[in-house]
T-cell receptor, first 111, second 111 residues
């Protein structure tokens, strides 16, 4: 039982490049989330999903897209990376009423 | 808008008791979580309050007053390993089990 896993753990991109972050959970949770964490800003919600095939915008969705084709996976895409997207990205999952379980994070640097 | 306030930093002595406060003003409220986050790691669940009062869990307790928009996390018998950031998060109404996080309180435990 791995919980929530994220790949990759680290990535360096040049401005304008694209990439996809993968989140997987094995707890059969309906809800999944993508956050970014920046110094002094706390965790901010980018996008979330309440079930397979659904997605919704969070607090800071601009510049990101997501997909939830399978219940256990939630993908976060950056189509054209910008230095402002340098951050630590966390994925989380939860049941409808429970606490959120977080993955180990992805450290992304955009130069 | 959503506003969650926590002190930025606190310092305490090993073996002592420390109280970390959190005040919130949000457009909806379905409960409050406390998470612990060690440097470079993912947040991990500590406690959940939905009703007014005190929830005790070993060395950790959390209190909620919904009428005052106030919560605190109480850590007893402090250990060096308790040095971490403590995150207060409010579950918003509107579905999706969405969390809004405070910026976190960095606790340093000294000998």
């Amino acid at each position: 039982n791995a919980g929530v896993t994220q790949t990759p753990k680290f990535r360096v991109l040049k401005t304008g490049q694209s990439m996809t972050l993968l989140c997987a959970q094995d707890m059969n949770h309906e809800y999944m989330y993508w956050y970014r964490q920046d110094p002094g800003m706390g965790l901010r919600l980018i996008h979330y999903s309440v079930g397979e095939g659904t997605t919704a915008k969070g607090e800071v969705p601009d510049g990101y897209n997501v997909s939830r084709l399978k219940k256990q996976n939630f993908l976060l895409g950056l189509e054209s990376a910008a230095p402002s997207q340098t951050s630590v990205y966390f994925c989380a999952s939860s049941s409808s009423l429970g606490e959120q379980y977080f993955g180990p994070g992805t450290r992304l640097t955009v130069t | 808008g959503q506003n969650i306030d926590q002190p930025t930093e606190m310092t305490a002595t090993e073996g002592a008791i420390v109280q970390i406060n959190c005040t919130y003003q949000t457009s909806g409220f379905n409960g409050l979580f406390w998470y612990q986050q060690h440097a470079g790691e993912a947040p991990t669940f500590l406690s959940y309050n939905v009703l007014d009062g005190l929830e005790e869990k070993g060395r950790f307790s959390s209190f909620l007053s919904r009428s005052k928009g106030y919560s605190y996390l109480l850590l007893k018998e402090l250990q060096m390993k308790d040095s971490a950031s403590y995150l207060c998060a409010v579950i918003l109404t509107g579905g999706g089990n969405k969390l809004t996080f405070g910026t976190g309180t960095q606790l340093k435990v000294e000998l």
